[in-house]
């Protein structure tokens, strides 16, 4: 069983920053790729920024230059600055990991966490 695990959300004034962090636990073998997503209300979930391996990072538009994705070992850390209000959605975590015993990536979510931008 593989689990993620996110933590940093919460409510931040626009212009502000904060930072997310999800841990991948369990009978992990290795993990192929991370990434955040995020889902506002009433919208459909999309990718805001992944990383394959260690070193190579992917954004959407919206969020280039002002969000930065890094991994180190198991866990994923998302660091947005310059928050906007059209930044406040739900974010999750998702991961490729191959579990022990396994030869396939299967693919994993985290629960969520609430990012709000507002004043």
């Known amino acids: 069983q593989v689990q993620l695990g996110e933590s940093g959300g919460g409510l931040v004034q626009p212009g502000g920053s904060l930072r997310l962090s999800c841990v991948a636990s369990?009978?992990?073998?290795?993990?192929?790729?991370m990434a955040w997503y995020r889902q506002a209300p009433g919208k459909e979930r999309e990718l805001v920024a992944r990383i394959i391996g260690t070193a190579s990072a992917s954004y959407a538009d919206s969020v280039k230059d002002r969000f930065t994705i890094a991994r180190d070992n198991n866990e994923v850390a998302l660091q947005m600055n310059s928050l906007k209000p059209e930044d406040t959605a739900v974010y999750f975590c998702?991961?490729?990991?191959?579990?022990?015993?396994?030869?396939?990536?299967?693919?994993?979510w985290g629960q969520g966490t609430q990012v709000t931008v507002s004043s």
């Open positions: 998702k991961a490729g990991i191959i579990s022990i015993g396994e030869v396939v990536v299967n693919y994993y």
């Open positions: 369990g009978s992990i073998r290795s993990i192929h790729q």
